[in-house]
């Protein structure tokens, strides 16, 4: 890897810069990547939000609908990860296609920013794998412990990514590998449900007359549900964020990201239906763990596996941590290239581990944040739980983006794989019903929790907002208020990105 010219930078106005405190290298391959994807997506979502789903759809028949429909989605959303990686084959993933789409390229900058540091926390996934641990152990749950053993899963993850990268890489793919083995244990005990072997009653959920029965007809609760499918699925875009890092970037992608996603969805189907095969409805409702040791139970009886199920489940969260950890500092690094980050030239460097060190530790202490400050109760679930509806916001603004481009004469933009336009407009349609059906009273005045049932997407939305202040404050007003120009100054970088910074120039008197 060349460093940048020292001459070239010192002409420019900048410091000197050298590519090899910067740039990561290339070292993720095809089964790296896929673990990439694999640990974003499946988290502890597939193991307890199947029972909040049925609550919301009021039939299995209905469930498993949603869940094919959130997967059909889903991959249609990663399609459109494909084209703009195929085309754009470096880090930063939904910062380097906003850029791209929209003007002024500085203004989607600084709403990422937001959406980075305050809306791509772990602490959810972290909050999961603490309960589960404790569950493990036979230990009883309180707040603080919950908190503090959380803390320690997310330190874990940084901390390994921070100064061991080989190693954190090792346990991402070897967690990986775990998740689909867990999710492969659920379906073959799905079949052996289905097979008769069940210690329970047969719990009938698929029989013509029954499996439909009950089905909601209100809409805030199918969008609500569908809304949490699409949740389980989220992360497909996980491998764009580090494709400066990807050997051969633009093969990888082409056979990592459907490998992950046709694997991942068959599972997440095949689980859904052997839940179903051994779990009554009144077991379904009365959930309070993963539904998955339910369906272990009723197969198996109280055995080792029924015990060990929460272990696992906590295993697969703090692989979903290891991946957050692992992509969402290398695009605050990417953030502090741009120059909108405080002290962007700490930020983006890579010393002394060859990892983003200041970036991890923003990650690690906005996490931090999210798990202790608010108060225990729906306040906690909801500050935990604000990535889903910001993360719709910037898939479908990426969608339009595509389209924009693609429909604009002389655009230069040329990608190996093209999203079938059908592809595009069921993606656009299923996205524009998410973001609608939050705001869609319920039939009782009231969502799932004390608190109302628009906040979570009002507030997603406002720290999205966030980005537009920042962008206005500082590129508009200040320099109009304080009579200066800021002169953007650029040193092209060999993975084809850049270093960016804003020198303040005074108007000649």
């Keep these: 890897m060349t460093d940048a010219s020292s001459d070239e930078n010192v002409s420019n106005g900048c410091s000197p810069v050298n590519e090899s405190h910067i740039l990561q290298e290339r070292k993720i391959g095809i089964f790296g990547a896929i673990s990439l994807i694999v640990n974003k997506i499946i988290g502890a979502g597939i193991f307890s939000t199947p ?38 084959p470096r880090s930063g993933g939904m910062k380097v296609y906003l850029e791209r789409s929209f003007s002024p390229k500085l203004l989607q900058t600084c709403i990422y920013l937001f959406y980075c540091v305050f809306l791509q926390v772990s602490a959810s996934n972290a909050i999961t794998a603490s309960s589960y641990l404790l569950e493990a152990a036979g230990v009883e749950s309180t707040t603080w412990k919950l908190r503090g053993l959380a803390i320690a899963a997310v330190g874990f993850a940084v901390g390994v990514h921070t100064v061991t990268p080989r190693i954190g890489r090792w346990l991402q793919d070897l967690l990986g590998a775990v998740k689909l083995f867990i999710l492969l244990f659920i379906v073959c005990t799905g079949f052996a449900a289905l097979g008769g072997h069940l ?39 996980n491998m764009n964020m580090v494709l400066s ?40 409702t009365k959930s309070d763990l993963t539904i998955a040791a339910t369906l272990f139970k009723n197969v198996f009886g109280e055995s080792a596996s029924t015990k060990a199920l929460p272990a696992l489940v906590a295993l697969s969260a703090i692989g979903h941590l290891l991946g957050v950890a692992f992509t969402v500092p290398r695009v605050i690094q990417e953030l502090a290239k741009d120059g909108v980050t405080p002290f962007p030239s700490l930020v983006m460097y890579n010393r002394p581990f060859k990892t983003p060190i200041w970036a991890l530790l923003i990650h690690l202490g906005i996490t931090i944040l999210f798990i202790c400050a608010p108060p225990a109760g729906d306040a906690f679930n909801f500050v935990v739980g604000l990535n889903t509806y910001p993360t719709v916001v910037l898939l479908t603004a990426v969608t339009v983006g595509l389209i924009k481009i ?40 009231k969502g799932s929790t004390s608190l109302p049932y628009w906040l979570s997407p009002m507030v997603s939305l406002a720290i999205l907002a966030l980005g537009i202040i920042y962008y206005v404050g500082r590129f508009i007003l200040s320099p109009w208020a304080f009579g200066y120009k800021l002169q953007p100054v650029t040193i092209n970088l060999s993975d084809g990105s850049q270093v960016s910074r804003y020198k303040v120039m005074k108007p000649r008197s």
């Design 51 to 88: 029972s909040t789903i049925f609550k919301l759809a009021g039939s299995p028949g209905m469930s498993l609908i949603l869940w094919v429909i959130a997967g059909a989605i889903s991959t249609c959303g990663a399609m459109v990860m494909l084209e703009f990686g195929s085309c754009i």
């Design 199 to 237: 210690k329970v009653p047969n719990p009938h959920n698929f029989d013509v007359s029954t499996s439909f029965k009950g089905t909601s007809n209100n809409g805030y609760n199918i969008g609500t549900a569908l809304l949490n499918a699409i949740f389980s699925f989220q992360g497909y875009d």
């Design 245 to 284: 890092e990807v050997k051969n970037p633009q093969r990888t992608l082409r056979i990592a990201l459907p490998t992950a996603m046709g694997s991942v969805t068959v599972l997440y189907v095949l689980a859904n239906i052997a839940y179903f095969a051994g779990v009554s409805r009144e077991e379904f």
């Design 406 to 445: 693609r429909l604009t004469k002389g655009s230069d933009f040329s990608s190996s794989f093209t999203v079938p336009w059908g592809f595009l407009a069921f993606y656009m349609a299923g996205n524009t019903f998410l973001l609608v059906m939050p705001f869609v009273p319920p039939s009782n005045g």
